[in-house]
C-alpha cells in the first residue's frame, strides 16, 4: 500500500512571498489532514477534510492560509504572503474511518520563510 | 479546547533500561489517546493507542496506561533498543481523530 506522498519536501522563500505544498492520501481515505510543526513542538492541526468537505479549519489562519481537497482525494495547502514565523514542517496524514483511529503521515514539507 | 502536557522533553536511557514517558489532558471528554513516534526526517507513526474504556494495553516491549480520573496517560517503553531513539508524541481526542491535539514531544535516547 503506497504512503501518503507530499510534495516539495524541501522549500525556501522570501517573507511576503507565496507557497504551496501538494498532498495525495492513501487510496481510499476518507478524512485528510494538514497539520503544522515548529520545531521541537508537537504537530499542530490546521485543517480536516472528510471528502472533499471541511470538517474543521478553528486553527488554521484563514487570512494567509487556504487550503482545498477538490474531488475528495489530494489535497493543496498555500500560504500567502509568507511570515517568518511560517517556517516549520507541513504534515499532511490521512486516515480511513473504517480503521479506527491511526492516522497516516507523510514525510512533511519543510517551509524555511527568511 | 483540549491541551496536552508531556514529560520529559528530553530522556537519555542505557540499552536494556526502561522508559516512561508521561502525558496529562485537560478536557475529561477525551477518549481517545495515540502515540506516535517520530524518526528523524519522517512523519510520525502510530506505536499504540488506547481508549478510554481501558486501563492498560500492551504490544511486546511498549505498554500504555491510562488514568481517567487523573487525566494522564504514560507510554512505558522496555528493554530499549537504540533503534528506539526518536521523539515520541501523546495526543488526545474527543472521538477518534476529530480535533486531536499532540503533546510537545519527548527526545528519547538510547545509548548503546
Known amino acids: 500500500e503506497a504512503g501518503v506522498a507530499q510534495s516539495p519536501r524541501y522549500k525556501i522563500i522570501e517573507k511576503r512571498q507565496s507557497v504551496a505544498f501538494w498532498c495525495n492520501p492513501i487510496s481510499g481515505h476518507a478524512t485528510l489532514y494538514w497539520y503544522q510543526q515548529i520545531l521541537g513542538q508537537g504537530p499542530k492541526l490546521l485543517i480536516q477534510?472528510?471528502?472533499?468537505?471541511?470538517?474543521?479549519d478553528s486553527q488554521l489562519p484563514k487570512d494567509r492560509f487556504s487550503a482545498e481537497r477538490l474531488k475528495g482525494v489530494d489535497s493543496t495547502l498555500k500560504i500567502q504572503p509568507a511570515k517568518l514565523e511560517d517556517s516549520a514542517v507541513y504534515l499532511c496524514?490521512?486516515?480511513?474511518?473504517?480503521?479506527?483511529?491511526?492516522?497516516?503521515f507523510g514525510e512533511g514539507s519543510r517551509l524555511t520563510v527568511l | 479546547g483540549e491541551n496536552v502536557e508531556q514529560h520529559p522533553s528530553t530522556l537519555s536511557v542505557q540499552e536494556g533500561d526502561s522508559a516512561v514517558i508521561k502525558c496529562t489532558y485537560s478536557?475529561?471528554?477525551?477518549?481517545?489517546f495515540p502515540w506516535y513516534k517520530q524518526e528523524l526526517g519522517k512523519g510520525p507513526q502510530l506505536i499504540i493507542d488506547i481508549r478510554s474504556n481501558v486501563g492498560e494495553k500492551k504490544d511486546q516491549r511498549i505498554a500504555v496506561t491510562l488514568n481517567k480520573t487523573a487525566k494522564h496517560f504514560s507510554l512505558h517503553i522496555t528493554e530499549t533498543q537504540p533503534e528506539d531513539s526518536a521523539v515520541y508524541f501523546c495526543?488526545?481526542?474527543?472521538?477518534?481523530?476529530?480535533?486531536?491535539?499532540f503533546g510537545a514531544g519527548t527526545r528519547l535516547t538510547v545509548k548503546p
Open positions: 477534510f472528510q471528502n472533499n468537505g471541511v470538517v474543521d
Open positions: 495526543a488526545a481526542s474527543i472521538t477518534y481523530n476529530n480535533d486531536m491535539r
Open positions: 478536557d475529561s471528554a477525551s477518549n481517545y
Open positions: 496524514a490521512s486516515s480511513s474511518t473504517g480503521r479506527g483511529g491511526e492516522l497516516f
